[in-house]
């Protein structure tokens, strides 16, 4: 069982550049999130999903774009990238909005913009 | 005011001490509440839920009051492998979880 993976792990990109993050889940969650952490800080809810179809932004949705278009998938698109999305951004899925066991994150993608 | 406040730390402890992390929330109608743990440069995974009356995991203990707002986490006996950052989480019934900023906890041998 996979879990939420995230693809890639890495990546460098220039001011101006777009780029897709990609988030996959095998657990048939309907709610899927996009979340980014800054340095010291906690994470912020960029986009989310309650289901195939459904989006919604979150706390901090400028200079970002998602589609959801099946239940597994969840990508984060960055359009004209600047140095303030340098940032690790972590996509996380959930059975309900509100579930006891909290959410299932994949192990993140480190951006960097220069 | 932030939805979710914590003390950054660090918490510098010896091995076997106990230390206590607070956290407080903002709204009022916030319906349930979570510690997750954070190793460096990891994704945050769930270390407990936080119920009403109180709740216990191993070295864990974890405390929510709702007349005050704020949960706590203790931990008994540290562990070196306790080392990392602990996040304080809280579901609002808005959108998603909303995640404490974290408090940094550094077991020393």
């Known amino acids: 069982n996979a879990g939420v993976t995230q693809t890639p792990k890495f990546r460098i990109l220039k001011i101006g550049q777009s780029m897709t993050l990609q988030c996959t889940q095998d657990?048939?969650?309907?709610?899927m999130y996009w979340y980014r952490q800054d340095p010291g800080m906690g994470l912020k809810l960029i986009y989310y999903?309650?289901?195939?179809?459904?989006?919604d932004k979150g706390e901090v949705p400028n200079g970002y774009n998602v589609s959801r278009s099946t239940t597994e998938d969840f990508p984060l698109r960055l359009e004209l990238a600047a140095p303030s999305q340098t940032s690790v951004y972590f996509c996380a899925s959930s059975t309900m909005r509100a579930p006891d066991y909290g959410y299932t994150f994949g192990s993140g993608t480190r951006l960097t913009v220069v | 005011r932030k939805e979710v406040e914590q003390d950054p730390g660090p918490f510098n402890v010896p091995e076997g001490a106990t230390v206590a992390f607070n956290c407080t929330y903002s709204?009022?109608?916030?319906?349930?509440f979570f510690w997750y743990r954070q190793d460096c440069r990891k994704e945050p995974k769930l270390l407990m839920s936080?119920?009403?009356s109180g709740n216990e995991d191993g070295r864990f203990t974890a405390q929510l009051n709702r007349a005050s707002q704020y949960i706590s986490l203790l931990i008994r006996d540290s562990k070196l492998s306790d080392s990392a950052t602990y996040l304080c989480?809280?579901?609002?019934?808005?959108?998603?979880?909303?995640f404490g900023s974290g408090t940094r906890l550094q077991v020393q041998p």
């Open positions: 657990m048939n969650h309907n709610y």
């Open positions: 999903s309650v289901g195939a179809g459904i989006t």
């Open positions: 709204n009022s109608a916030s319906q349930s």
């Open positions: 936080v119920y009403s």
């Open positions: 989480v809280v579901n609002t019934g808005r959108r998603a979880l909303t």
